[in-house]
């Protein structure tokens, strides 16, 4: 019996930091945990991302730890895209679906150690993990809790975390991981993000968490370092494009109503299906997709004129709602208002004509526009400095 | 000359007050005939003890369809739903199992017990939800014939296939499974942790002389998940003022149509007239004639005891007796001088507002209708208990508290016979020792307990075998089968005679449903403009 909790909100392992930083009280839920929608600025905040580096408490994060001898096969077999091509020491992003081929969710496969995993996800799976390890040999088991993490992202966040200490951390592919010795213990670092710039996570046990917060902004203050909220996290990712579930689209296994569901080729993730490694969940449904098509079509889009285009509809040149944006945001450093679209097929094609119907207020006045979008065909903020090794100076 | 109504209705509960709301509303002259010398039938709020109000019989709301409450102007009428939030099971070692509503709270206590169960709470809400939209599409409609050919049973037909069609491939499937499965098998597809399931289970036992691991108790779980207060699909509130205000803010706007409620008007006798229900006959003598006669009685008692066994039938007699309506629970009514103090719980939980169980086996649940079968109550029963007076004010003192408990299992007759007042009685003290075993100042706050046994609740309500539903809800029961094919379009065997209750489609639990569906049904047949609201669409 464990002993009973009644708060209502957790608090992360870097509270007391977190915390002390969070001068706006400007609080939102993760997951259960207490989270700084901003600390004090969120246009700040965003631009140390770009510009510095900012340091995001992503501890709330969904993570599982999947070992044992039939770990890999189970992951393979879970997984769409060969998990035999992620050796130890790296890390892939990834996605997995029911057996209709609907994402459930997207994540990064962390390869500890020869047969040992670390699966990190937005959504809660553990169920679904353990009906897919039925018959292997496999060990999972929830270390939400078990693990502390931060985000370091930005141009300096190599800089600061080498006078952290952290020496050689230049040398880190994109995607790899290392692991360094702090506070008498483990810090795992890998160069991987949520930004699409260079940028590394951190991950140890709670117990050297608070070390951790106030040693990182001691060592990176000269480097301009801070802490970022949610809001300028989701502003960063939706530059560099990246989808989250929940957002961007239904995990299956929350999908109430028919059609709802996506699959990875209707979120522009075909690139992670890989047919050709063998069976894995999904795979049947998926071969029929790519035979018939698909249903929809995921788009970035650059949006005419400066009004972020969040929640609208999509309409074709005869006016038919064609689609609707799932996430959209006047983008800083790419200076391009960006939309992310699900759009029915075949729209979204490079020359379709397409508008975001906008509606906005100013002073309670309300003004609709249909502002023209254009397809964008790769991504939209990828500054070399994001997979180069190595990392060079800001 | 007697008066000579448009309609009569026997039996002032919900739903005849709902019907004959909407008899009313579209110009009918309608009285409304009541046993008791108090409207209400098992939706009724009472004095016993002065200055507690009980919820004798039913008493939490969420299946009362919101667009019957709005479009009788309940709340101007006086009803006020607030929903409450939250459940908890108690556990043998001293623990608990909580159910909190907040999402992210309610995982983490589930984690508490089973991680894994946690994250399959996901999967087992959506796979419930998915069968609740479903079925909520059907609640304000008339059950097509599938024998008819009729253009508006083929119409009924297409948009039933067409609901299931809706569900995709697997949907069909799956709701065959879900409609004839145990609530136990159910459950044991989902979750791992003893209490989580004996906590889930409970909505697939109550009113249902049925066990855990009975064939059809997943359905009656989703015919308590298929409410909602104010949108939010499965919430339960409490009526304030207890459950009689639905009752009474029914009878306020059907009076405010020009109706007619005539209390302690104990029908005996429909009087059929070549071949015709024409009136009532009462147990004083009176009689009063009408042209169409509703029963808002359950089918039993309306084809059994209202008939002369010459004016019906032999089949619907023999249908009627066959109807399956045994009783199944009971219900402790309790003013009490203070809140009672749970040690198991931290101080001023929220799940003080919940409610509460003390069942935390699938197990101890399945012997407790193992009692039932044997012809006793329940040595380890069952309790769904709430104390109402911590959301409304206005059911006891302030400072002191209403405790309501439904029981189960509970049965019609023993196998010793008919309930006694001893027996009652040792009933009664059952359930209040197995809740002190949890809460021990709790015997010592209680000022005046109201025990009611199946018994009660057929003697004083008239409701057969003192089944809370008017009939189980099982799938032979159900749809195009409630009450018994033939009267399942709330037409009675004979012209002039409907059926109102709950004993049709949809069903009990205080829906009104029923009374609205019977009206509409009416008013077709006597060609009068439809006053009865459809159904908001699912979204």
């Given at each position: 019996m464990k002993p009973h909790d009644e708060t209502l909100l957790l608090d992360t392992p870097f509270a007391a930091g977190v915390r002390r930083a969070c001068q706006l009280q400007d609080w939102g839920h993760w997951k259960g945990y207490a989270t700084p929608n901003a600390y004090e600025d969120v246009e700040q905040e965003y631009f140390a991302l770009r510009n510095a580096a900012g340091v995001f408490d992503l501890s709330p994060m969904t993570k599982y730890r999947i070992s044992g001898p039939d770990a890999g096969a189970f992951l393979n077999r879970l997984l769409t895209r060969d998990v035999g091509k992620i050796g130890p020491g790296r890390v892939g992003y990834c996605v997995w679906c029911d057996d209709a081929g609907m994402v459930l969710d997207d994540g990064t496969l962390f390869h500890l150690s020869e047969g040992d995993y670390r699966l990190c996800?937005?959504?809660?799976c553990l169920d679904w993990l353990h009906w897919s390890a039925l018959g292997f040999d496999v060990y999972i088991q929830d270390e939400t809790a078990a693990v502390a993490a931060l985000a370091v992202q930005g141009p300096t966040s190599c800089a600061a975390l080498q006078a952290l200490?952290?020496?050689?951390?230049?040398?880190?592919?994109?995607?790899?991981?290392?692991?360094?010795?702090f506070d008498g213990g483990e810090l795992l670092?890998?160069?991987?993000?949520?930004?699409?710039?260079?940028?590394y996570e951190l991950w140890t046990a709670p117990n050297h968490a608070q070390t951790l917060w106030d040693a990182l902004f001691k060592a990176g203050r000269d480097y301009l370092i801070r802490p970022i909220g949610m809001a300028a996290l989701d502003l960063a990712r939706i530059e560099a494009g990246f989808i989250q579930a929940g957002e961007d689209f239904v995990p299956a296994d929350q999908v109430l109503r028919p059609g709802r569901g996506r699959s990875p080729f209707e979120l522009g993730l075909g690139w992670l299906v890989d047919f050709g490694k063998g069976p894995f969940t999904g795979r049947s449904a998926l071969l029929r997709e790519r035979q018939r098509g698909s249903r929809f079509r995921f788009v970035k889009l650059d949006v005419?004129?400066?009004?972020?285009?969040?929640?609208?509809?999509?309409?074709?040149?005869?006016?038919?709602?064609?689609?609707?944006?799932?996430s959209a945001a006047w983008c800083p450093s790419a200076k391009r208002n960006l939309a992310l679209a699900s759009l029915q097929m075949p729209w979204g094609r490079p020359d379709d004509a397409l508008y975001a119907e906008i509606y906005y207020s100013r002073e309670l006045h309300w003004t609709r526009l249909e502002a023209r979008c254009k397809v964008i065909e790769g991504p939209l903020w990828d500054p070399p400095r994001r997979r180069q090794t190595p990392a060079p100076d800001f | 000359m007697m008066k000579q109504y448009d309609a009569i209705v026997i039996g002032a509960g919900h739903n005849g007050l709902c019907n004959a709301a909407y008899l009313a509303k579209a110009g009918l002259d309608v009285l409304?005939?009541?046993?008791?010398p108090h409207i209400g039938g098992a939706s009724v709020s009472r004095e016993l003890y002065p200055g507690?109000?009980?919820?004798?019989?039913?008493?939490?709301?969420?299946?009362?369809r919101p667009e019957i409450s709005r479009d009788l102007e309940l709340p101007k009428h006086g009803l006020q739903v607030v929903p409450y939030h939250g459940g908890v099971t108690f556990t043998q070692d001293g623990d608990y199992f909580g159910n909190y509503p907040d999402e992210e709270r309610q995982l983490r206590e589930m984690a508490r017990h089973s991680p894994r169960d946690a994250s399959a709470h996901q999967r087992f809400e959506v796979d419930v939800m998915k069968q609740t939209r479903l079925i909520r599409q059907f609640l304000l409609k008339t059950p097509p014939d599938p024998t008819s050919f009729k253009p508006k049973d083929l119409k009924g037909l297409l948009e039933l296939a067409a609901a299931f069609t809706e569900l995709g491939e697997e949907g069909l499937l799956d709701t065959l499974r879900f409609w004839t499965l145990s609530i136990g098998d159910f459950l044991d597809e989902y979750f791992e942790t003893d209490v989580i399931k004996a906590h889930m289970s409970g909505s697939g036992i109550i009113g249902t002389a049925l066990g855990v691991y009975s064939p059809g108790t997943a359905y009656v779980l989703l015919h308590h998940y298929m409410g909602e207060v104010d949108g939010s699909v499965g919430a339960w509130g409490f009526a304030r003022g207890g459950m009689g205000a639905v009752a009474n803010a029914l009878a306020s706007s059907f009076l405010a149509h020009g109706g007619e409620i005539l209390c302690a008007a104990d029908v005996r006798r429909i009087i059929v007239e070549k071949g015709r229900a024409v009136g009532v006959a009462l147990a004083n003598g009176d009689e009063h004639r009408a042209g169409i006669v509703v029963s808002n009685l359950d089918p039993k008692r309306t084809f059994l005891q209202c008939f002369d066994a010459g004016d019906l039938p032999a089949e619907v007699r023999t249908r009627a007796k066959n109807f399956k309506i045994r009783g199944s629970s009971g219900k402790l009514n309790i003013a009490l001088d203070g809140l009672p103090t749970f040690p198991a719980l931290p101080k001023h939980s929220p799940l003080m507002l919940a409610d509460m169980h003390f069942s935390?086996?699938?197990?101890?649940l399945e012997r407790a209708y193992d009692d039932w079968k044997a012809g006793t109550w329940s040595q380890d029963p069952y309790l769904d208990m709430l104390i109402p007076s911590t959301v409304d004010p206005t059911m006891a003192p302030p400072g002191k508290h209403m405790m309501t408990v439904f029981v189960q299992y509970c049965p019609p007759t023993l196998a010793s016979g008919p309930w006694t007042p001893e027996a009652r009685d040792a009933f009664g003290q059952t359930v209040i020792d197995q809740i002190a075993q949890y809460s021990p100042d709790f015997k010592s706050l209680i000022l005046d307990c109201e025990v009611r046994t199946p018994r009660e609740l057929e003697d004083e309500v008239g409701l057969t075998e003192g089944n809370i539903f008017q009939g189980e809800l099982t799938f032979d029961q159900?749809?195009?089968?409630?009450?018994?094919?033939?009267?399942?379009?709330?037409?009675?065997?004979?012209?002039?005679?409907?059926?109102?209750?709950?004993?049709?489609?949809?069903?009990?639990?205080?829906?009104?449903?029923?009374?609205?569906?019977?009206?509409?049904?009416?008013?077709?047949d006597l060609r009068r403009p439809n006053t009865v609201p459809p159904g908001y669409p699912n979204d």
């Open positions: 996800a937005q959504e809660r200490g952290l020496d050689g951390l230049q040398d880190l592919k994109p995607f790899a991981l290392r692991s360094f010795a670092v890998s160069r991987t993000g949520f930004t699409g710039d260079l940028g005419q004129g400066d009004k972020p285009a969040a929640d609208s509809f999509i309409l074709n040149k005869s006016g038919k709602v064609v689609g609707h944006v799932t | 409304v005939l009541e046993r008791n507690w109000t009980y919820s004798n019989c039913s008493y939490v709301c969420s299946l009362l935390d086996s699938l197990e101890r159900l749809l195009f089968n409630r009450p018994f094919p033939g009267c399942a379009q709330y037409r009675g065997p004979l012209p002039g005679l409907y059926l109102c209750g709950s004993g049709t489609h949809p069903g009990g639990g205080v829906m009104a449903a029923p009374g609205a569906n019977a009206a509409r049904e009416i008013l077709r």
